[in-house]
């Protein structure tokens, strides 16, 4: 297995002097590709901190943050959103899907970020579209979409361009059953069959099954990393 | 891009209404608030700058046009012996009374000019012509003041200064600042009417000869005349809107509400545009997230303020435009000539910019971890 993301002593903290409040310590991690790794902890723990900074959307305090080889801890902020758009695809719990645009359209302009020209846009959009199930509901707006489709759009916007990692945060948080279970499946099989690497942050024990590994998080630090075990 | 743009706009039809509502507003109170200065300046000195006179000689202490004093009318032979003069002829301009039929009174500005040069009289007449004013007691008003001076028809008569006056035909678009209207007629009755000896004149108007420099000949009337004001046309325009723009109540009222109408208008447009960018910040958060460049978030936004502009302009400039027509109406000229109504266009854009500026501040400032927030 490859690893994709290499974190050491991680540090991040916030604000100065006495009011300084630590959110992550020590924390030291690694995300192979082709694994469902999963980030469990307490509200406030600093899961959601600690898949920020995987991410570069946060930078952190101290330590080191490898991504595919390359440090971003202490990069230049205007050097992340290369990094963001290059190696990551984002999940998040409230979906963050455009209202203005279509479910392709949503699409589209992940992969139009990522210099697709128009027509191979279109063309890429309606594929992931398809791969999640959605190829019917491709002109349809958000706001006539189902939860579990609204996030499933959210997959296929995440997977444009076809990063290597995706980095989910409570994606079945706003799902009943049926649907976060569809949402995790697709979740998995990017893992197991495109050999993607996915980092899930999330409080639903559903999930659990289909972890390779299981990270626990209280206080800022890793309190448990259970042995990899593969669930199927 | 574009679309994110364009769709972002026209996705919310009430918050789009809100945004072309609010720059409409501004930019209409700008056209009008601006078009009453412009009309204001305009009509201050319109009797100056229609004139097609080169040169005003007067007596010293002139406060503007419409405020001269008397001065012996030989000096005009004088001012004929200076080289490059081609005319000099008397002229007189001073308030007066009109009585109208009911017995009211208004305040009317009385024009007298030489009818043979036609230096300093009317430059546009519907009803009527010059040559008319040879007969007695004539007199040309403008058609927008009929009603005010109580003239239903050429031939009726009133009386300025209790001298009975004729009415022989009309002039147009002479709108008049001081609201009293301009009465023109001969130098020699204008004269009979202000009560003046054929010996005086308010004025001794100049008509310069082709290629002769005004400058030049205005100090050589000065050295010829040491007692004596002597303003090209375009020192007596600026002088005049000067006196009452800056001397007067009036003036100053208008210019501020020019200036607040610009103000008032600017932070209609950057809170409404500011308003419509923060309401799609999560949105902005989300697109930093997957890693867009902040240039690509100014664009989107850019974009959207350069559409809100060119809407509002569209129905503002109609809007403005109607109301400067129905101004034409009223004694309130409002002017929205073209360089004017297109650098609006310009104002509309660039004010559109300029409060998506404050806003892009914000959008490009989001801690992209919003995007994790519930």
């Known amino acids: 297995m490859r690893t994709v993301i290499q974190i050491r002593d991680l540090e991040k903290r916030y604000g100065t002097g006495a009011g300084q409040v630590r959110a992550l310590e020590g924390v030291s991690l690694d995300v192979q590709a082709g694994e469902v790794l999963v980030l469990m902890g307490p509200s406030g723990s600093g899961k959601t901190t600690l898949l920020s900074i995987m991410g570069c959307i946060l930078q952190a305090s101290s330590g080191s943050v490898q991504v595919q080889g390359v440090e971003t801890v202490g990069l230049r902020e205007s050097r992340l959103p290369g990094i963001r758009l290059e190696h990551f695809g984002f999940i998040f719990q409230g979906f963050n899907l455009f209202p203005a645009l279509t479910a392709r359209e949503n699409v589209e302009i992940a992969l139009q970020l990522k210099k697709f020209s128009n027509r191979d846009a279109r063309r890429a959009a309606d594929k992931l579209l398809a791969d999640v199930g959605l190829a019917d509901k491709r002109d349809r707006y958000p706001a006539d979409l189902s939860g579990g489709q609204k996030q499933r759009v959210a997959i296929a916007r995440a997977l444009a361009g076809d990063p290597h990692i995706i980095l989910a945060d409570e994606p079945t948080a706003a799902l009943d059953s049926a649907s976060g279970k569809t949402v995790v499946e697709i979740l998995s099989s990017l893992a197991r069959e495109r050999g993607r690497a996915v980092v899930i942050v999330t409080h639903d024990p559903r999930v659990v099954p289909y972890a390779d590994r299981v990270v626990h998080i209280a206080d800022g630090r890793i309190v448990a990393e259970p042995v990899a075990e593969l669930v199927h | ?374």
């Not at chain 2, 010996?199 to 001794?204: E, G, L, R």
């Not at chain 2, 308003?275 to 867009?292: C, N, P, Q, S, W």
């Open chain 2, 1 to 374: 891009m574009t679309t994110l743009a364009v769709k972002n706009l026209f996705h919310d039809k009430v918050r789009l209404s809100v945004t072309l509502t609010g720059v409409i507003f501004a930019l209409v109170l700008i056209a009008v608030q601006f078009g009453l200065f412009l009309g204001f300046m305009e009509t201050s000195a319109n009797i100056v700058t229609r004139s097609g006179v080169d040169l005003w000689v007067t007596a010293p202490g002139l406060p503007h046009v419409n405020g001269g004093s008397a001065q012996p009318e030989r000096r005009r032979y004088k001012v004929l012996a200076v080289p490059g003069v081609a005319q000099a002829e008397p002229y007189v301009l001073a308030f007066a009374n009109w009585k109208l039929p009911s017995g009211a009174k208004e305040s009317v500005q009385v024009v007298g000019f030489d009818l043979d040069s036609g230096l300093g009289g009317p430059s546009r007449m519907v009803a009527g012509s010059v040559d008319d004013l040879r007969g007695d007691d004539t007199v040309l008003i403008d058609e927008h003041y009929r009603k005010k001076l109580g003239v239903t028809a050429l031939g009726q008569t009133g009386e300025i200064n209790g001298v009975r006056a004729r009415v022989v035909g009309y002039t147009q678009g002479l709108l008049s600042f001081t609201t009293a209207p301009y009465v023109f007629t001969s130098l020699k009755h204008g004269q009979k009417y202000m009560a003046l000896p054929e010996t005086q004149a308010i004025f001794i108007v100049v008509k310069l000869a082709g290629g002769a420099d005004p400058q030049q000949v205005k100090a050589a009337i000065k050295t010829q005349i040491p007692d004596s004001a002597v303003y090209t046309n375009h020192e007596m325009a600026a002088k005049t809107q000067n006196y009452w723009l800056f001397s007067t109540g009036a003036g100053i009222t208008t210019l501020m509400g020019a200036a607040l109408g610009l103000l008032v208008g600017m932070v209609v447009v950057a809170q409404t545009l500011y308003a419509a960018t923060v309401d799609h910040i999560r949105e902005f958060g989300t697109l930093k997230a997957m890693g867009a460049a902040n240039r690509y978030i100014y664009r989107v936004i850019v974009e959207q303020a350069v559409l809100s502009a060119t809407m509002g302009y569209a129905v503002a400039i109609a809007v403005a435009l109607t109301v400067v027509n129905v101004s034409r109406k009223g004694d309130a000229l409002i002017l929205l000539p073209m360089p004017v109504a297109l650098g609006l266009f310009a104002m509309a854009v660039l004010m559109c910019i300029g409060a998506s500026v404050i806003s892009i501040r914000k959008a490009t400032s989001i801690d992209p971890a919003i995007v994790f927030r519930a």
